[in-house]
Structures are given as structure tokens and as C-alpha cells.
């Protein structure tokens, strides 16, 4: 079994532009996660999908962070405009229905200069 | 709400030596306890996890936890440690399957340095 997908692995770019995060969850998972993880404040849960429906976004920083999840296999981490403060590993995660195991995938290392 | 804390931002061991690395939790209900370990420069990997069966919990590379309810801890040993294991540790819980466990809370890391 493939594990947790995502695009990209490493992204500079400069303040104010648009940054999209990708993720591919396990087939057949129905738990999507999205996390953050800094010096400063550790792993930090942004957001979770449950069956592509976002169920709680209350670790979304700021309306800068937006997430979707179109479809089972594929969920989107955006930030518009982007600030250097937003420099950080974004972790996607899944996890099956009655499962208790979330599975990570590599991390997007951002860079926001 | 759930927590965990981790004692030891950073513990250095001796090659051979026993590792400890102490989690302590905060849950209103039954939790499932996880301990993630996570390699330079990449993502978190599933060492062990605890979900209310046996409260002795052996994982991958010859780690195992303990889940103590008296204590409300779990801490992760292992009895000879490896140049290998040096990484970061988190320890992570999440709510019993009855009280919806979703979300995983992580504690702040512990970062394992191995002495040659």
C-alpha cells in the first residue's frame, strides 16, 4: 500500500504569493488531517475531513489558510497571501473510519522569504 | 480536552544504555495513547500505540511503553540503545473510541541523542 502522498516536498517562494499544499491519502481512509509544525509551537492540528467534509477547522490560523477536500483521494492546504511567519512542515494525515492509527506523509517544507 | 506533557525537551543516552523518555496525559475519559518517533527531515512514524488492552505495549525496534493509570503515564523505554535511535519523540493521545477520537494532541517532542 502506497502511504500518505504529498506535493510539494519542498517550496520556497516569496511573501504575498499563493501556496498550495497537496495531499493523497490512503485508499480507503475517511480521516484526512492536516497538521503543522513549527520550533515554536510543536505539531499544531490545522484541520480535519472526515469523509471529504471539513469537521473542525478551529486550528486554522487565520483566514489567510484555506483547506478543501474535492474527493476521497485528494485535499488541498492553501495560503493566500503568504508570510514568512507561515514558514513551517505541513503534515497531511489519515486514518481509517474505525481505525485508531493516523498515518503521516513526508511533509511540505515551506520557506516563505 | 486531552494533553499530553513530555519531560526532557532533550535526553542524551550512551550507546547500550537504557532509554526512558516520560509522558504524562491529561484525559477526562479512557484515552489511546501513541508514542511517534520522527527521523531527520522526515515525516512521523507509528511506534506503538495503546488502546485499552494489554497496559504493556511493545512497538517497533525493540521500544515498549507502559501505560499506567494510577501514574496517568506512558513512558516509552527501550533497554540497549542504538546509534539508530537517535530522532525526535512525540507522545500523542487522542479520546477512546467511544468518545470520539479523532483528533491526535501531541506533546512538544523529545529530542534523543545518542552518545558513541
Known amino acids: 500500500d502506497a502511504g500518505v502522498i504529498q506535493s510539494p516536498r519542498h517550496e520556497v517562494t516569496e511573501m504575498g504569493q499563493e501556496v498550495t499544499l497537496r495531499c493523497k491519502p490512503i485508499?480507503?481512509?475517511?480521516?484526512l488531517f492536516w497538521y503543522r509544525q513549527t520550533m515554536m509551537r510543536g505539531l499544531e492540528l490545522l484541520i480535519y475531513?472526515?469523509?471529504?467534509?471539513?469537521?473542525?477547522d478551529s486550528g486554522m490560523p487565520e483566514d489567510r489558510f484555506s483547506a478543501k477536500m474535492p474527493n476521497a483521494s485528494f485535499s488541498t492546504l492553501k495560503i493566500q497571501p503568504s508570510e514568512p511567519r507561515d514558514s513551517a512542515v505541513y503534515f497531511c494525515?489519515?486514518?481509517?473510519?474505525?481505525?485508531?492509527?493516523?498515518?503521516f506523509g513526508e511533509g511540505s517544507w515551506l520557506t516563505v522569504v | 480536552a486531552q494533553s499530553v506533557t513530555q519531560l526532557g525537551s532533550h535526553v542524551s543516552v550512551s550507546e547500550g544504555a537504557l532509554v526512558l523518555l516520560r509522558c504524562n496525559y491529561s484525559s477526562s475519559v479512557p484515552p489511546y495513547l501513541f508514542w511517534y518517533v520522527q527521523y531527520p527531515n522526515q515525516g512521523l512514524q507509528l511506534l506503538l500505540k495503546?488502546?485499552?488492552?494489554?497496559?504493556l505495549v511493545k512497538g517497533i525496534n525493540g521500544f515498549e511503553a507502559e501505560f499506567k493509570k494510577s501514574e496517568t503515564s506512558f513512558h516509552l523505554t527501550k533497554p540497549s540503545a542504538h546509534m539508530s535511535d537517535a530522532a525526535e519523540y512525540f507522545c500523542?493521545?487522542?479520546?477512546?473510541?467511544?468518545?470520539?477520537?479523532?483528533?491526535?494532541?501531541f506533546g512538544t517532542g523529545t529530542r534523543l541523542t545518542i552518545i558513541p
Open positions: 500523542a493521545v487522542s479520546l477512546g473510541s467511544n468518545f470520539g477520537n479523532e483528533k491526535l494532541t
Open positions: 485508499s480507503g481512509h475517511d480521516y
Open positions: 475531513f472526515n469523509n471529504n467534509v471539513p469537521i473542525d
Open positions: 494525515a489519515s486514518r481509517r473510519q474505525l481505525g485508531n492509527t493516523i498515518y
Open positions: 495503546y488502546t485499552s488492552a494489554a497496559t
